[in-house]
Every structure is written in C-alpha cells, then in structure tokens.
C-alpha cells in the first residue's frame, strides 16, 4: 500500500473547496446580470404599486422603502402606466426605486426623491411599533 500524503489531500480538498465556490460565484453574477437584483426588482414593483414596506431585519434597525410612484397613481389602466414607465425610461420622469438617487446623480439630476432608506429605531419607538402591532393583530371579538 502506498504512503498518503497528507499535505497533497489538505491540497485537493482546498482546490476542490474554492473550486465549487468559484463556481457558485460566477452562476451568481450571471444569474444577477441575467434577472436582475431581486431586491432592486422588489423596491421597483413596491414603486409601481403604490407601496410601502417596512423591513425590519434586526429588532432595531431595517429598511424602509417610499413605494411612491412619479406619477401619484397605483390603479392606472396598462396603455397610462406603458406610457409613464416609457417616459421615466427616457428620463422625462424622476427615478424610482432602489439606488435611483445614485443613478439620479450620475445622469446630473441632482433633485431626486430617494425611496428606500436604512433606519434605526430607539428602544422606545420600537416598543411603541410592537404596541400598534399587538393591537392591530388581536381578533375582534
């Protein structure tokens, strides 16, 4: 039987290991390029449909994101809203959505209405924020 070398097994395993991981970075950065980030598509449709959310992802800090669409309307009919999502797209209309402030500034439109922000919230208005939840989750009897 021949002597194993533990080095040359420490090696293989490691290449193997970054090997796979590479990998799975690449499929990632095509998938992305592909579809598109999820969270930028997700603050995109919260913009289009008039919506806003909070997204706490610790007990005192989160995202908030404006779904506040340019043109102040959620149930516009298909030809209306084609028609206003064309218009942004040839920079009549301010940007929306996720990092539209910096795309906003690169363009050298500097009057942007940012939508989605980071926030932190004190120990008080989060056990006022419970307080309102607890409430608005109790059935109704």
């Known amino acids: 039987m021949e002597p194993f070398n533990d080095f040359l097994k420490f090696f293989l395993c490691a290449?193997?290991?970054l090997f796979i991981a590479a990998v799975q970075f690449i499929l990632?950065?095509?998938?992305?390029?592909i579809e598109g980030n999820l969270v930028t598509r997700f603050?995109?449709?919260?913009?289009?449909?008039?919506?806003?959310?909070?997204?706490?992802?610790?007990?005192?800090?989160?995202y908030y994101i404006n779904g506040k669409a340019p043109w102040s309307h959620s149930d516009l009919p298909l030809a209306w809203l084609k028609k206003e999502l064309d218009a942004e797209r040839e920079g009549k209309?301010?940007?929306?959505?996720f990092g539209a402030q910096q795309?906003?500034?690169?363009?050298?439109?500097s009057n942007s209405a940012t939508t989605s922000f980071e926030i932190?919230?004190?120990?008080?208005?989060?056990?006022?924020?419970?307080?309102?939840?607890?409430?608005?989750?109790?059935?109704?009897?």
């Not at 990632?28 to 390029?33: G, I, M, Q, R």
């Not at 209309?93 to 959505?97: I, L, S, T």
Request: net charge positive; with cysteine.
């Open 28 to 33: 990632y950065l095509l998938y992305n390029t």
């Open 93 to 97: 209309r301010q940007n929306r959505g």
């Open 103 to 109: 795309q906003d500034v690169a363009n050298g439109n």
């Open 120 to 141: 932190y919230m004190t120990k008080q208005m989060r056990q006022k924020y419970d307080e309102l939840m607890q409430e608005r989750n109790t059935p109704l009897v």
């Open 15 to 17: 290449f193997l290991f």
């Open 43 to 62: 603050c995109d449709l919260c913009s289009v449909s008039n919506v806003s959310v909070l997204v706490m992802t610790q007990p005192f800090y989160g």
